[in-house]
């Protein structure tokens, strides 16, 4: 959903762009108060509701979301934008195209940011699961009759939103911002009238507090920074969903409504527990009235909802980039929306990613073991997020020695220190997002290995192109009439396709097209750069289609860009002829045997290229052939 203002946008505008962000970018921080202050005193690692602790506690919340949220992600890592996308395979593109150093250098800096984005499927899992099973948890406050349905409730739930997805969130999207409005008006409403009860809570925005905190609780303190970590669930979505909305947007939403509301209910929060600590049982629901309780839960359900969306589409997002920056397989990629770009559907990925949260709602069965198993995978992601903008102040931004110092200290020192705490959860289940970002990670590289060596493969058989061209000029070889387009990934030789028509058939195509897409690292490219085209004599032509790593590559639209180089595509006319691989693993030196197995399954199983190129069907001829890897 891209829906960024332009500079001309007047405050109508602003207000309506702003109100969408709140329900698309702030749905998983602005839920967090379900269960995170829970957590600091009833998780693995709780401390005892005194006054000290909770005033502690309440500081170490106030500064984690000003330091790292405010300073860092708001003001901070939102520079890092790649021609107004953000995200961290944007930020890695990015950084690579400032970069320059060595190969060895660069390859580093990929794996370094590919493992980040793999990280985030991680959280992508949790973050439903956590979010929906905290909302309907409320029913236990309820009456205990309803205690066996929570997880058959929540299961259901989570299946219908996985369910609507292929019909896209156009329509719902409209309704977002409205929602998580009355959302946080709500926290900040109960956070207040709780605070008034026990105004001694401000003084909790003394970071005197935090540190007297560490210094009675030691070691025991520092655990408890896994549990304060999760007011800052969503923190990378800030980044990731910049390109949708624009900078300002987010900056003003937070600054003027999320930040504001979810301090005055941590606040409220803590006063509740100040005046009666039994209430740690669920202080988010007994901050409301008995009578609210039933409207509060249901409010809050569909509250996470919307938050699951927002991260459900961040995966989608996320594949989409992967694809098209070449670490992913070809995948069925549907629009559900003819005007934004933005609305996209991924049947493999929305499947895949359901099974996962039911998974850990059945194998966890309740947020506060799902809690003990969130957080190592996103600490992770931050501080790779934050070594990748910290190269980037250095190369593009000019930061001195002096300057990156002091971001070393004050925003990697903070990351660190989080991910230090969060460690422990690995064995409390954090080991399940890191699995599932090692697993993507080795499919992710594997892949992009494994088509580097195809093609290695491929141009070692190849014909030159000169030899080709002069075999053309001889004319030894028949020409018939038409175009005949051969899709190639390797732009200097001659495509292995238009070898075995010419073996097979004895004929050429008295127009021949050799054309290569390419993804660049920027976002979008615009028209009048997205066609080159290289006449190479004989009637036979190069041309090259540049694509951004958001964009959807669609051969017919970009052959028509050719008309101002004198080259007009007929489609009745023009025949694409596509190379069939056989994939065949062996022990000769490239990839080691199981992951040249693993990429020989990944290729067949990836999309048809005329499904994800676009090109007509009744315009296609195949050809196979058997490539030894």
């Not at 970071?207 to 999760?230: C, I, K, Q």
């Not at 979810?262 to 005046?275: D, F, H, T, V």
């Not at 989080?418 to 699995?435: R, V, Y």
Request: charge should be neutral; hydrophobic fraction near 50%; proline fraction near 5%.
């Amino acid at each position: 959903m891209s829906m960024k203002p332009s500079s001309a946008s007047h405050g109508g505008q602003l207000a309506t762009i702003t109100i969408a962000a709140i329900g698309v970018v702030y749905g998983d921080i602005g839920t967090s108060p379900l269960y995170a202050m829970r957590e600091c005193f009833s998780g693995s690692y709780a401390v005892l509701p005194t006054r000290d602790n909770v005033l502690g506690i309440l500081s170490l919340i106030f500064w984690s979301l000003i330091i790292v949220i405010s300073i860092k992600y708001i003001i901070f890592v939102m520079r890092a934008d790649n021609r107004g996308e953000g995200g961290i395979l944007a930020l890695m593109a990015l950084v690579l195209h400032h970069f320059g150093g060595t190969d060895r250098q660069r390859h580093r800096l990929i794996m370094m940011g590919l493992f980040g984005a793999t990280l985030f499927y991680g959280d992508g899992v949790i973050t439903p699961a956590i979010s929906v099973l905290s909302a309907v948890e409320g029913l236990h406050l309820a009456t205990p009759v309803l205690t066996p349905y929570v997880i058959p409730i929540t299961v259901l739930i989570l299946v219908g939103l996985f369910a609507v997805q292929s019909h896209g969130t156009a329509r719902v999207g409209a309704f977002f911002g409205p929602v998580m409005l009355l959302w946080f008006a709500i926290l900040a409403l109960l956070g207040l009238i709780n605070m008034m009860k026990a105004p001694q809570v401000l003084a909790a925005f003394d970071p005197e507090y935090a540190m007297r905190f560490f210094a009675t609780n030691r070691g025991h303190g520092f655990l408890v920074l896994g549990a304060v970590f999760l007011v800052m669930t969503g923190g990378e979505a800030l980044y990731a969903d910049m390109g949708h909305f624009g900078k300002l947007p987010i900056r003003l939403a937070w600054f003027t409504l999320v930040l504001p509301a979810i301090l005055l209910n941590y606040l409220g929060q803590g006063a509740l527990l100040l005046s009666n600590p039994d209430a740690i049982a669920n202080p988010f629901y007994l901050l409301a009235p008995s009578w609210a309780l039933y409207p509060l839960v249901a409010l809050a359900t569909i509250a996470t909802v919307i938050a699951s969306q927002a991260v459900i589409s961040g995966v989608f997002s996320m594949t989409r980039q992967a694809v098209q920056l070449g670490f992913c397989p070809h995948i069925e990629i549907r629009h559900t929306s003819a005007s934004e770009i933005g609305q996209i559907y991924l049947p493999g990925a929305n499947w895949g990613l359901l099974i996962g949260v039911l998974v850990l709602v059945l194998g966890f069965e309740s947020s506060s073991n799902l809690a003990a198993a969130y957080g190592i995978a996103v600490t992770i992601t931050m501080v790779i997020t934050t070594l990748l903008v910290l190269v980037l102040a250095r190369r593009a931004w000019g930061w001195n020695g002096f300057k990156l110092g002091l971001g070393i200290v004050f925003f990697l020192l903070v990351d660190l220190t989080f991910f230090s705490a969060n460690a422990l959860k690995i064995g409390h289940g954090g080991w399940i997002a890191l699995l599932i970002g090692a697993v993507i990670f080795t499919l992710m590289v594997t892949w992009k290995d494994g088509r580097a060596l195809l093609n290695q493969r491929l141009r070692e058989n190849a014909m030159p192109l000169d030899l080709f061209l002069q075999s053309l000029t001889r004319g030894s070889t028949l020409r018939v009439p038409g175009t005949a387009v051969f899709l190639t990934s390797t732009p200097d030789g001659v495509p292995n396709a238009l070898l075995h028509n010419m073996k097979h058939n004895k004929v050429v195509h008295e127009r021949l097209v050799l054309l290569t897409v390419v993804t660049e690292e920027i976002p979008r490219v615009e028209d009048r750069d997205r066609v080159t085209v290289h006449c190479l004599g004989s009637n036979t032509y190069r041309i090259i289609i540049r694509y951004g790593f958001t964009e959807d590559p669609d051969l017919p639209h970009a052959l028509a860009l050719c008309e101002p180089y004198g080259l007009s595509f007929e489609m009745m006319d023009t025949t694409f002829f596509l190379g069939r691989a056989t994939l065949i693993p062996t022990d000769r030196a490239g990839m080691a045997l199981w992951r040249e197995r693993l990429f020989a399954n990944m290729f067949r199983a990836a999309t048809r290229p005329m499904d994800f190129f676009r090109i007509p069907y009744n315009r296609v001829v195949e050809l196979g052939t058997q490539v030894e890897l």
